[in-house]
């Protein structure tokens, strides 16, 4: 179990950013996405990795219990990532219609010094 | 519990999806709201400074859940300063920003200024590490949205850059808030202050991978080198007046670093102890003299002013990695300097922009030139630090700070000949710009009887009087900590001596848990 989840973390944070360091915008963000499950299955397991065990007290009986905490800030990164990936696609879509490419560089003019 | 604490998150939270349901397709009531929001933070602040200069560490419990389960704000001296400087900074930028005509030129440039303000006061304000995560990402997602305001294909190519390069900071901040929780168990700083000095030293190979992963973050913010890529296109293609309002997003990383590395990872903690001593002090450095190259060899004036931010990152820092009272009051009073100052040249830098474009290079004269040339030259004198403006006194306060320190030739060195440097490049970029132009081969044809002058086109601003009166405004708030420096020292002085005795903010927030 611990090690499926940290070669899962491992393999995917090594192939998100082998990812992002390509040239083009649609690679990247999918680097960006993979980095991104990445740290929340990371997140998930700073509670320590606990099996059949819910993150509620019980407080009729006593039963293993797993620590609520990382799965909140899990919730709380999963939406923030979903809707950074939405902002970025959408920029890098609008920024793809106008230049009519999507390199993730921006080109400058070597003579005047120019960008575009 | 003092409700003010929560007010200046809560103000702009309130009037920016105002602004953006109930005045879509009203520009002018959107502009009063969006100054009246403005007015309204810089009272809250004042109310904040006032409260927090007594030296008293207050808290604010969301949800009434006792430190540390529950979210804390806290103020403190520091927090009340910052969040001050926002306030003073958001008003002259909101007001150009509508003399300029800046906000028409896109939707939602109120609201989203809104949000942007809500994120950064937040972040100033919270002391919880990981609400303090949210926070940037809230001030984040705005300023994905001012820095793309307008449109264009360069700045929206800038803009993915910026986008990809703050997610994976992101990123990492999640992985570094993952390992310290992993090895704490909690994320309030205070608490985290205690647990981590009773981590026997044998176990700290994870602490300290999560405190460098965190100073990698907080350095990214800031824009130290090797990490400062981000900034000089994305401040150069972000339209001027949002540039200007960056000014206090780098110094949210500063804040981070400060916060951080004096409350939870202090001075005296064995486990992260070489960290800022053997890597901060040397990447501010690098960080100095690469802005001051960069400024020399800018041939548009959006990287020039935007290398001229990196030089103030590298003073500050440097300031900061010092790690002595002493020279983190220096520091602070060089940043409130170095913000307002960054922002007076972003400004500057938009009426040469709207006149006669953006490269560094001689075209045709300008109108306005001499009045726009003095603010440049006011600029140009604070961010290299000449006398008379506080950039002087703060630079001389960060370098008589450096005097204990063992390598304080080598600070001296650095900060003196960058200084140097950096006149070099404003003086270019200066004369290229406003003298140049009125060279014979670049003038404008004379008339045929040789005595009439050409009269010069209206200026580019809907309304110039109030674009300027923004920027003589800035001037004036230089002016004033130039003057006012003697109080100024002694505030910071306070928050410095409050910064290094963090037990009292430990003691502050975790009252709770005695009871």
Known sequence: ?116 | MNHWIIAPVVLPAIVAPFIVMVLRHHLDLQRIFSVAGCLGLLGIAATLVAQASTGDIQTYELGNWPAPFGIVLVLDRLSALMVGLTAILALPIVLYAIGSGWDERGQHFHALFQFQLMGVCGAFLTGDAFNLFVFFEVLLIASYGLMTHGGGAVRLKAGVQYVTYNLLGSTLFLFALGTLYAVTGTLNMADLAVRVAQIPAEDTALLRVGAALLLLVFSIKAAVLPLHFWLPSSYANAPFPVAALFAIMTKVGAYAILRVYTLVFGPELDATAGLIAAWMLPAALVTLAVGAIGVLGARQIGRLMAFGVITSMGTLLVAIALFTPEATSAGLYYMMHSTLAAALLFLVADLINNRRGAAIFPTHPMQQSGLIAGLFFIGAIALAGMPPLSGFIGKLLVMDAARESPNYWVVWAVILISSFVVIVGMARAGSQIFWKSHDAEHAPEPADDGEDVMPLPAPPEPQPGLAFASVFALVAGLAALTLFAGPATTYTEGIANQLFAPQTYIDAVLKGESE
């Open chain 1, 1 to 116: 179990m611990e090690f499926l989840l940290a070669s899962a973390v491992g393999v995917m944070t090594a192939a998100g950013i082998f990812l992002i360091l390509r040239r083009r915008t649609f690679p990247v963000i999918l680097g960006l996405s993979l980095v991104t499950y990445a740290v929340n299955a990371f997140l998930f397991a700073t509670g320590r990795l606990a099996l059949n065990a819910p993150p509620v007290l019980n407080k009729y009986e006593d039963v293993a219990y797993t620590d609520p905490l990382p799965q909140a800030l899990v919730l709380t990164a999963i939406v923030i990532s979903f809707g950074m990936t939405a902002v970025i696609v959408m920029i890098a879509l609008s920024a793809y219609l106008t230049t009519k490419n999507d390199h993730i560089d921006i080109s400058v003019d070597k003579k005047t010094g120019e960008e575009r």
